[in-house]
């Protein structure tokens, strides 16, 4: 219990820091193990991701291929850093992990539950809408160059594999969110 000085109630950063020490206790009582994936899967994750950009690029251009995964990286990571912008999330910054891909970091103490569902569904939504915008326009209007068809696809891909119910993709944590 907090204490009450002078009559006043105890303020939001004292009910906070007990709230973190209490989820301190809690992971420190489950064995101190972190939520997500081990090495193997990540390796594994990788290698998967790394088969689907072979996949849509055989015989490519590395350079268009580089540059496509990092614009959909980009935009899918602004669809996370907007919200969390918007929402007052505290040290919001974005960073890319060379060959694994982008992550948006940043923190609101005791956030409620629909700003992190629109903070980890702004992610996937824009390259999901996006790419299915596209592939929609190339088959009523032939004249789309095959390389924003394939780049529509690899978003779309990319997105639906991380809407997969896993942490920690996106998928997994809006699930975790919601049970």
């Not at 303020?11 to 193990?33: C, F, I, P």
């Not at 690029?57 to 969390?84: A, N, Q, R, S």
């Not at 005791?110 to 996006?130: E, I, S």
């Amino acid at each position: 219990q907090p204490e009450v000085v002078a009559g006043v109630a105890p303020t939001t950063t004292d009910r906070d820091q007990l709230v973190e020490r209490d989820l301190a206790k809690y992971h420190q009582a489950a064995g101190g193990k972190k939520p997500g994936m081990g090495r193997w899967a990540k390796l594994a994750l990788l290698t998967i991701t790394l088969g689907l950009f072979a996949v849509f690029w055989k015989g490519g251009d590395l350079g268009k291929m580089t540059g496509t995964i990092i614009g959909i990286l980009l935009l899918h990571e602004f669809g996370h850093w907007l919200p969390m912008k918007l929402f007052g999330y505290k040290n919001v910054t974005m960073f890319f992990i060379p060959g694994f891909g982008a992550a948006v970091s940043g923190k609101k103490q005791h956030a409620p539950a629909w700003q992190d569902l629109g903070v980890l569904l702004g992610g996937p939504l824009p390259g999901l809408f996006g790419g299915i915008a596209v592939m929609i326009i190339g088959y009523f209007f032939q004249g789309i160059p095959d390389f924003w068809l394939n780049a529509a696809g690899l978003a779309v891909v990319i997105t639906a594999f991380n809407l997969l119910p896993f942490l920690p993709l996106d998928g997994g944590k809006i699930l975790d969110l919601l049970v």
